[in-house]
């Protein structure tokens, strides 16, 4: 039976003190920053600026709502970041849906099995080329040392390099072990082997592997699991909120639960389902009608609505409708 999140995430740090829970993960990820020697104590140049942190908490769930684990992650406030003197350039690739489909289309047709990877604390890997100064974090501040700030020497959740620093490292290892970028998607990569091909796609911290033969799989897993730390999830079950269930006849793909969450979210698990998602030649209109209490829930529901379009193209028009008046 699918079950509906009640678990309430805390939007802040004041909200979960005290909260075991919560204090166990912050525990493991500073745990985590400190052997990754992530930053060094200093005192703050005169002539430079330190941006500051904070808590994130997040709830990690299972394909069947059931919770995984508590998540946390230590974010620089990146806002305070200036263009020149702690950053440069920013842009980064992300594997597109349209790759992860055609990926997944593949696989399904000429029956390859599909693997999953997630990578532990992934924007740690990517190494820092700016001078970046950066507040102690709330609650684990150097009681002998509480005036002096972080010098990044690695990346951190937020930072606005973050991502490149990142997808720069993981894809200077991936050419330099033998893989070729595709031209239509940059975070697609494909070897050639003896036996075949392998392949595998980068959406952040989460890794789609494939190919002809499961040998290759295994060494690339391998050879990940060698540079970076990271968790083998087995055959693909559960990615970007999207459930994946592989069987003879073909791979499903199901955002069940992701909708369930957000039914719940918005407090509307009690509302009867209808056959179409539209009103029969229903007329909108930006002139017409009350205006909507909360905007900013409005855009955020037809964010929520569009992504559910990946495995609900039913949805497709309905949503194209409401989206004209973001």
């Not at 059931?66 to 806002?79: C, G, W």
């Not at 973050?162 to 970028?181: C, D, H, M, P």
């Not at 075949?196 to 911290?205: E, H, K, P, S």
Request: with cysteine; proline share 3%; charged share 25%.
């Amino acid at each position: 039976m699918v079950r509906v999140i009640q678990e309430v995430e805390p939007t802040c740090f004041e909200q979960m003190v005290g909260n075991s829970k919560w204090d166990n993960a912050m525990d493991e990820k500073m745990a985590a920053l400190d052997a990754n020697a992530i930053w060094e104590l200093v005192a703050l140049p005169k002539d430079k600026k330190a941006i500051g942190c904070k808590w994130v908490y997040k709830v990690k769930h299972n394909a069947d709502g059931s919770v995984n684990r508590y998540k946390t992650r230590l974010v620089a406030k990146s806002y305070a970041q200036t263009y020149g003197i702690d950053y440069e350039e920013t842009y980064s690739p992300i594997a597109k849906m349209t790759t992860i489909r055609a990926v997944i289309v593949i696989v399904a047709a000429k029956g390859w099995s599909l693997h999953q990877m997630d990578v532990k604390n992934v924007f740690l890997h990517g190494d820092l080329q700016e001078e970046v100064y950066m507040e102690q974090p709330p609650s684990y501040v150097d009681q002998t040392h509480p005036n002096l700030v972080c010098r990044l020497k690695k990346a951190l959740y937020s930072l606005k390099q973050a991502l490149r620093a990142w997808s720069n490292k993981i894809g200077e290892y991936l050419v330099t072990s033998g893989f070729q970028t595709s031209n239509a998607d940059f975070s697609l990569y494909v070897k050639k082997t003896d036996h075949g091909i392998v392949v595998i796609v980068i959406y952040v911290d989460d890794l789609i592997i494939t190919g002809n033969n499961d040998v290759d799989i295994f060494d690339l897993k391998k050879l990940l699991k060698q540079k970076f730390e990271m968790k083998d999830l087995g055959e693909l079950r559960y990615f970007l909120s999207i459930e994946g269930i592989q069987s003879p006849k073909g791979i499903w793909l199901l955002q069940r639960q992701y909708a369930l969450n957000k039914l719940s979210e918005y407090g509307m698990t009690g509302y009867k389902p209808i056959s179409i998602p539209l009103e029969q030649n229903v007329k909108l209109s930006a002139n017409e009608g009350d205006l909507v209490d909360d905007t900013i829930m409005y855009r955020r529901i037809v964010g929520r609505l569009i992504y559910m379009t990946i495995t609900r193209p039913d949805l497709s028009y309905a949503v194209g409708v409401v989206s004209q008046f973001m």
